[in-house]
């Protein structure tokens, strides 16, 4: 019997072989940087921040005061509606046309609203809103307005509009169901993070796969197993490969925007188990493909199912079924709640069960499925 | 008997199709064993089951006295294969290829630049395998054959489509280990190279062994003990065959090489190819 040490020399001298390989793949080494640099720009680009306060202007200015009335007062909250008062009509349509999110939904009341008002007569109401703001919004503000029209009406009869009314309001309470994120919402810079961790892990998978298909296309393979090198040094070391370009290629961008500031050791198992998915995608894709462009098309095949999960979390609400069956969708939740929303442990753990089980079964079925292939060359 | 290889009953069949039919041999020490045969005779199958890749599905192999098999480094430390395709590492170096086959036997302070001078590789140790020619790239190849000094070695093809230059390189280094004492199975289907390289040789066919012996022996046994004497006398050129086994033969000879007549004596001995296809019934370039 070999000793490990003979074993672990023999699988270094692979995995030194296949990086050296790789390093000289032209189409690789243009594609990987670019990836990275890609993925960080992106980042880099997208809102770091998240405005919850939504800012009305009004004109004129002084009517702004009967917008606050509607606000209910009792808590002494605005509840995210900042109203104000734009003097010009003119400077409240372009602070919204502006788009920077400055005003995000304009009213401007003609200046004798309150006298038609008063006096019966039909007048009109221009709004104004930036071409972000869902219609949903806009049939809201257009309620909004009436609301107004009713509380200038009790103001100018001289009566509190909230306590006068000939119906009781009934106390509202809020009741949010699951957890309340106000006030701590998720930038959109941290929902995506996690998305392009699981992009670069899955790119460095279609890397592997092309090494592990050349090793087939050109029978290399068949030289190394009539050394001792034996079929079980080949797998590993190629597993190895794939775990060392997922995994480097994933630090390198988390170190560059900062991913590093959440929990980093449950960071770096999650980026390790990805990474072993990663490699067990390579490795199937590899075997699969009799050419590259064959390795390419079910390297495709493999992956875009993988990266479902991570797009969905971009999506509001609880992913379907059948995407809560993917084996990376463990992985990704456990991705997004902790680089995203700084989650610990205890959330993670459940996640990482399952992509520990699905790696299993995935490199299990690539160690199988290679063996196969490399043996009956 | 002192065998580096004992083969017993090989059969090896690729779902219906049965490539090797219970073939037996033995290689010494030092003995280049030509095995023989048209493509699609068994050769590769059989190097393949020999080396460990494939597991025969009858049959026994012993190499260097321990049993053959799939997946046995320490037998595999000690044979050296040189397969029929260019299986090397294209976009690394011919001395890089060298050294990681180096890591893998466990080889320590190897010396690439002597082997690659022995191959008349030192000049292009450092440019990558995809810009070698073929012949280079099959001169690489014997090098990594050889790296590990091999006990056997095993050779599939080795000077098929090279240049001469390539050739004589490559069969010098078949001498060269079979002197140093490591047995060689060559297989071929260039009669001229096993003829002059092996000592005995295997004519296989279709997954059967016809014959083991040596080149003279087949020889004497399937080839014309004769003769032909070519005679020129004037602008008329006759030819005349005198057959060995005759009493007179020796005297007829003499006789002829004295009438001052004769322009060339050519043995009639049969060629391998010739013995081949009157055992097999079978042309080699089939």
């Known amino acids: 019997m070999r000793s490990l040490s003979s074993r672990l020399a023999i699988i270094a001298a692979i995995v030194l072989k296949d990086l050296r390989e790789f390093s000289r793949d032209r189409l690789w080494m243009i594609l990987t940087p670019i990836s990275l640099v890609f993925m960080i720009v992106l980042f880099l680009i997208l809102p770091d921040t998240v405005s919850e306060t939504i800012k009305l202007g009004v004109y004129p200015s002084y009517l702004a005061e009967s917008f606050s009335m509607l606000i209910d007062r009792e808590t002494g909250e605005f509840q995210g509606l900042e109203i ?22 304009g009213v401007a009341l003609p ?61 509202l309470h809020a009741r949010i169901l699951g957890e309340d994120m106000a006030g701590r919402q998720v930038p959109l810079r941290d929902r995506i993070r996690p998305i392009l961790v699981i992009m670069i892990l899955f790119i460095e998978a279609l890397a592997l796969a092309g090494l592990v298909s050349v090793e087939i296309e050109h029978r290399t393979a068949t030289a190394l197993l009539v050394t001792p090198a034996r079929t079980g040094d080949l797998l590993t070391a190629k597993c190895v490969t794939g775990t ?14 900062g991913g590093f500031v959440f929990n980093w050791l449950i960071v770096s198992v999650l980026i390790l188990l990805g990474a072993g998915m990663a490699s067990a995608v390579g490795m199937l894709s590899g075997t699969s493909g009799r050419d590259f462009m064959g390795t390419l098309f079910y390297g495709t095949i493999f992956v875009i199912p993988l990266m479902i999960p991570a797009l969905s979390t971009m ?18 939740e456990a991705m997004s709640g902790v680089l995203g929303e700084s989650m610990g442990l205890r959330f993670a753990a459940p996640h990482i069960m399952t992509t520990v089980l699905w790696d299993i079964f995935l490199l299990g079925s690539a160690f199988f499925l290679l063996r196969r292939r490399v043996e009956s060359l | 008997m002192n065998t580096a290889l004992l083969a017993a009953n090989l059969s090896y069949s690729y779902g219906d199709l049965k490539a090797v039919r219970g073939i037996s041999f033995h290689l010494r020490p030092g003995e280049i064993l030509g095995f023989l045969g048209p493509n699609g005779a068994g050769k590769s199958t059989t190097i393949k089951m020999l080396t460990g890749l494939l597991t025969p599905d009858t049959g026994s192999i012993h190499l260097l006295g321990n049993e053959m098999s799939r997946d046995n480094p320490e037998a595999q430390a000690r044979i050296g294969v040189c397969f029929e395709e260019k299986n090397l590492y294209l976009n690394m170096t011919g001395r890089e290829n060298l050294k990681f086959f180096s890591r893998l036997f466990g080889i320590k302070n190897f010396d690439t630049d002597a082997l690659l001078r022995k191959v008349d590789l030192a000049h ?29 070695l095993f050779l ?131």
């Open chain 1, 111 to 171: 200046v004798d609203f309150t006298e038609s008002l008063l006096s019966g007569s039909k007048s009109s109401v221009s709004v104004y809103v930036s071409e972000s703001v869902p219609q949903e919004m806009r049939s809201a503000l257009a309620s909004g307005v009436r609301e107004t029209a009713y509380a200038v009406q009790a103001v100018y009869a001289g009566r509190n509009p909230l306590s006068t009314l000939p119906v009781a309001l009934p106390h």
């Open chain 2, 124 to 152: 292009r140790a450092d440019d990558r395998v995809s810009k070698y020619s073929k012949g280079m790239r099959q001169r690489l190849m014997m090098a990594r054959a050889i790296i590990n000094r091999p006990d056997v």
């Open chain 2, 156 to 286: 599939d093809e080795p000077t098929e489509g090279l240049d001469p230059v390539s050739s004589r390189t490559i069969r010098n280094i078949i001498m060269e280990q079979a002197e140093r004492g490591a047995a060689v199975l060559l297989t071929t289907h260039d009669m001229w190279e096993a003829d002059e390289l092996s000592d005995r040789v295997a004519f296989l066919n279709e997954g059967t062994l016809f014959a083991v012996d040596t080149p003279d022996n087949l020889k004497m046994k399937y080839g014309k003990r004769s003769v032909k004497v070519r005679l020129g006398s004037g602008s008329h050129v006759r030819e005349e065959t005198i057959e060995l086994a005759a009493a007179d033969a020796g005297d007829r000879i003499r006789e002829l090489i004295n009438s001052d007549n004769v322009m060339t004596i050519h043995t009639e001995e049969a060629t391998l190819e010739d013995i081949f296809i009157e055992i097999t019934g079978r042309g080699l370039d089939v």
């Open chain 1, 315 to 332: 999506f509001p609400g609880r992913p379907s079924v059948i995407i809560r069956l993917l084996p990376s969708y463990g992985l990704t």
């Open chain 1, 244 to 257: 060392i370009l997922a995994m480097s290629q994933s630090y390198l961008f988390l170190l560059a925007t």
């Open chain 1, 84 to 105: 104000i008062g734009f003097a010009d009509e003119d400077q409240l349509a372009n602070a919204v046309l502006r788009g920077s999110g400055e005003i995000s939904i």
